[in-house]
């Protein structure tokens, strides 16, 4: 008789599960809460799905901290970003990959990757029950017996649980996931905000809303300097991209990038701020020089015009009131004092003030099971037998740019292998 293998959460890691119980014989059945599964994968990518990182395993772990890359160093080789790809273009979805190493489908719809999985999910005979709500997993004995939901009871010989995090709650992610290992005495890491926009304590200038900072470095500092985080816990503090300036504060990839160090920062000192270089290709000490030629050339024209040349127009007069200079004051007029500080503004505005970072809208969370709790070769409880978990319901949350839905994918595609190989008299292997 074939096992049969309950799959909590139909996102990512919840879809590559089932496909691998499938792949190795047991019976799948992959519970979903919302009306269909993958609903986060349609928004993602700003509903063009950035799929994954056309990269080796090898590098693929380098979107994530020392720890999060050692636990997830088997499952990314197993099933890697080739892989999955080349499975999508046996569904007839073409990808492209960006200079960035970022992949979407060609067709810039993250509907068509969805649907492409729906179709791997049907061909291979995974039975999907939506609008379906898990109450509890029960256990017996210390192992898996099966699970409540809708008030029905399913008896399973494993589960996988693929929940997510508690990012986009509206999309379903509410954290079951995490609240249902707690129960079965798993430790957690505390749940925090990671890849999501910084809000300011106030609004900043309507002005300010939608105007973009291209290729510039954000940075977040905390006494004057850069914030030194807990061992561990080495998530950047400063990042070189795009940012976009928002009705509530800052978005866009420099942004969600550092969004993680200043919410921990946030946490331990007050106030966090962020920091924008500018003109992250021209040292400080050449910029004196810079304005030099400008004076000799066009000495008479106004301040502004300099600035302009550096940024949108519609943020000049807020950088030049943040350097103490007056619009229309002459190049040639400007002190060294005043041309000293609008030089040093132009490497490091501070654009505004951490707030809050809020969770809910978040790319992904950081924080969850903790990663000692699982084997990393199996993705199996060491608490639970026939328990198993997979993607962001778990301590890991890595870098803007497909790394994130890389990791989902290749440890449900290992948990969903192993609990349809498990056997509960045998104790899963050690984490190599």
């Given at each position: 008789m074939s096992r049969t293998v309950a799959i909590i959460g139909g996102g990512a890691a919840g879809i590559f599960a089932a496909l691998a119980a499938r792949s190795q014989g047991a019976l799948a059945l992959l519970y979903e809460r919302n009306r269909r599964i993958g609903i986060k994968i349609l928004i993602s990518g700003g509903g063009k799905c950035n799929i994954t990182h056309d990269a080796p395993p090898d590098e693929?772990?380098?979107?994530?901290?020392?720890g999060e890359a050692r636990f997830?160093?088997?499952a990314l080789h197993e099933l890697t970003?080739?892989?999955?790809?080349?499975?999508?273009?046996?569904?007839?979805?073409?990808?492209?990959t960006r200079p960035n190493g970022r992949v979407f489908p060609a067709s810039g719809r993250a509907e068509d990757v969805l649907a492409a999985f729906e179709r791997m999910l049907s061909r291979a005979g995974v039975e999907i029950l939506t609008n379906?709500?898990?109450?509890?997993?029960?256990?017996?004995?210390?192992?898996?017996?099966?699970?409540i939901a809708d008030g029905v009871r399913q008896p399973c010989d494993a589960i996988v649980v693929a929940t997510g995090g508690m990012s986009y709650r509206n999309v379903g992610t509410t954290g079951d996931g995490i609240r249902w290992a707690k129960e079965l005495g798993h430790l957690l890491v505390p749940v925090r905000p990671a890849l999501a926009p910084i809000y300011f304590p106030q609004p900043p200038p309507a002005t300010w809303q939608g105007v973009a900072l291209r290729d510039v470095i954000l940075r977040i500092e905390s006494d004057g300097r850069r914030p030194k985080l807990p061992r561990g816990e080495g998530f950047p503090t400063e990042w070189r991209d795009d940012l976009l300036l928002t009705h509530r504060g800052i978005s866009g990839p420099s942004a969600l990038e550092v969004s993680r160090a200043a919410a921990r920062v946030a946490e331990d000192s007050h106030p966090v701020h962020l920091v924008v270089d500018l003109l992250p290709d021209i040292p400080a000490d050449a910029l004196p020089a810079l304005w030099e030629e400008r004076v000799l050339a066009s000495g008479k024209?106004?301040?502004?015009?300099?600035?302009?040349?550096?940024i949108p127009r519609a943020l000049v007069g807020f950088l030049l009131d943040a350097a103490r200079l007056r619009a229309g004051i002459k190049m040639n007029s400007v002190t060294k004092e005043e041309r000293a500080l609008l030089l040093r503004t132009l490497k490091g505005w501070t654009v505004g003030v951490v707030g809050s970072v809020p969770l809910d809208k978040g790319e992904v969370t950081a924080g969850g099971i903790a990663l000692g709790e699982v084997h990393s070769t199996t993705m199996a409880s060491k608490r639970i037998d026939g328990l198993f978990f997979a993607g962001e319901a778990l301590d890991i949350s890595g870098r803007v740019g497909g790394y994130n839905l890389q990791a989902a994918f290749?440890?449900?595609?290992v948990a969903g292998i192993s609990a349809a190989a498990h056997a509960p008299s045998l104790s899963p292997?050690?984490?190599?």
């Open positions: 693929i772990e380098e979107g994530f901290i020392t997830l160093r088997y970003a080739a892989d999955v790809l080349a499975a999508l273009r046996d569904e007839g979805v073409e990808t492209i379906a709500h898990v109450e509890k997993i029960l256990t017996s004995d210390g192992a898996v017996s099966g699970l024209s106004e301040v502004q015009t300099f600035v302009e040349g550096f290749s440890t449900g595609h292997p050690e984490t190599r």
